[in-house]
């Protein structure tokens, strides 16, 4: 059965596969067999998640499954070696954001809410650009699950001090 009770997300991917974000991990449960699998965070893994509590979920276009931790983004890789994490930082010391949401652009990149900003995140390079209120965000903290794509393809995110929306393609640095 499911591993934990209190559940943040569920996502179907498109092989039909349920995945569930939970206090204590990522559950995958495989409707043909029945059976679920946990991956957990092992402090003696580098390749697992970096936290227990898993907090958001996204399939990209790409068919990449993308994790929202409270310890940081990851992105799951499969192959004949078996299942991984790779982790994203989006800032160097200890001081490891949580993940509120993740929400896909028409260009492939990650839009990433957190407990510290919005992070941009570039798959490919691996690249990532945070933005904060120095930027024009709401000052504070972006909640768990409160983001979405509109169908006109404008980022919403819910924070703790109001809502910030924007079309990434109109993002531009100073």
Do not use: C
Request: zero cysteines; a negative charge; hydrophobic letters at 35%.
């Amino acid at each position: 059965s499911l591993g934990d009770n209190y559940g943040f997300a569920l996502l179907e991917d498109r092989h039909g596969i349920l995945w569930v974000a939970t206090e204590s991990g990522l559950e995958r449960f495989d409707r043909a067999t029945g059976a679920f699998t946990r991956h957990r965070h092992d402090p003696a893994d580098r390749n697992s998640l970096r936290h227990t509590r898993v907090y958001s979920l996204h399939e990209s276009r790409a068919g990449d499954l993308w994790i929202g931790t409270a310890g940081g983004l990851h992105r799951m890789v499969s192959d004949a070696a078996g299942t991984r994490f790779r982790y994203y930082p989006f800032a160097s010391g200890q001081d490891v954001p949580s993940i509120g949401a993740i929400l896909e652009d028409d260009d492939g990149a990650l839009w990433v809410s957190t407990t510290a900003g919005i992070t941009r995140v570039d798959p490919g390079s691996g690249q990532v650009k945070s933005y904060t209120a120095k930027d024009g965000l709401v000052d504070g903290a972006y909640f768990v699950g409160a983001g979405l794509r509109g169908a006109d393809g404008r980022m919403h995110f819910g924070g703790i001090s109001g809502m910030t929306s924007f079309r990434p393609g109109e993002v531009r640095d100073n």
